[in-house]
T-cell receptor, first 116, second 112 residues
Framework: KAGVTQTPRYLIKTRGQQVTLSCSPI?????VSWYQQTPGQGLQFLFE???????NKGNFPGRFSGRQFSNSRSEMNVSTLELGDSALYLC???????????????FGPGTRLTVL | SQQGEEDPQALSIQEGENATMNCSYK?????LQWYRQNSGRGLVHLIL?????REKHSGRLRVTLDTSKKSSSLLITASRAADTASYFC????????????FGKGTRLSVIA
């Protein structure tokens, strides 16, 4: 089985721009979670989607949004980028959405976003 | 907010030695998971231990869980240079409807 894929792998943007990141979960997995990882804050949960519905959202401003498509692929969007948005953005897919967070999460390689 | 707190923040050992990392958490859990991350890449799941388990083994990994002390430890025996990575604990709250909460990790360096 192919693993979780994330595109693009690296991205450089300037303040004020917007960005869209993509995540394709493992085939058959229907739940996708997004995390932001920074040296100062560590791994922080952004949101989780299951069957095209947002099930949980972390404590991030409304500039961060996401969606999930019928094929389980997910995108996250950050509008009006700020310097502090520079981070590694990770997505994870989960095989058993009914017991979502009690199961192993399978992470993609991440998208490294740099905001100048 | 972080629930898991790993200790130490960084650890440097010689190849062949054992490495022990600790994780403390604050609230009750369904399970606790350990992940490894190599050089800012994705996380790889290592082991999951449920709240009713006390010890679990997987190859050279041994995880213990003490729910009375709200702590867990990860032991890597006979370490190799390839074990150099950051190690994170993540707690899953009861109920399964709340996301995993990750600690900030322990950076392990294994020197050949």
């Amino acid at each position: 089985k192919a693993g979780v894929t994330q595109t693009p792998r690296y991205l450089i943007k300037t303040r004020g721009q917007q960005v869209t990141l993509s995540c394709s979960p493992i085939s058959g997995h229907r739940s996708v979670s997004w995390y932001q990882q920074t040296p100062g804050q560590g791994l922080q949960f952004l949101f989780e989607y299951f069957s095209e519905t947002q099930r949980n959202k972390g404590n991030f401003p409304g500039r961060f949004s996401g969606r999930q498509f019928s094929n389980s692929r997910s995108e996250m969007n950050v509008s009006t980028l700020e310097l502090g948005d520079s981070a590694l953005y990770l997505c994870a897919s989960i095989p058993a959405p009914a017991r979502s967070y009690t199961d192993t999460q399978y992470f993609g390689p991440g998208t490294r976003l740099t905001v100048l | 907010s972080q629930q898991g707190e790993e200790d130490p923040q960084a650890l440097s050992i010689q190849e062949g030695e054992n490495a022990t990392m600790n994780c403390s958490y604050k609230t009750s859990i369904n399970n606790l998971q350990w992940y490894r991350q190599n050089s800012g890449r994705g996380l790889v799941h290592l082991i999951l231990i449920r709240s009713n388990e006390r010890e679990k083994h997987s190859g050279r990994l041994r995880v213990t869980l003490d729910t009375s002390k709200k702590s867990s430890s990860l032991l890597i025996t006979a370490s190799r240079a390839a074990d150099t990575a950051s190690y994170f604990c993540a707690t899953a709250p009861p109920g399964g409807n709340t996301p995993l909460v990750f600690g900030k990790g322990t950076r392990l360096s294994v020197i050949a």
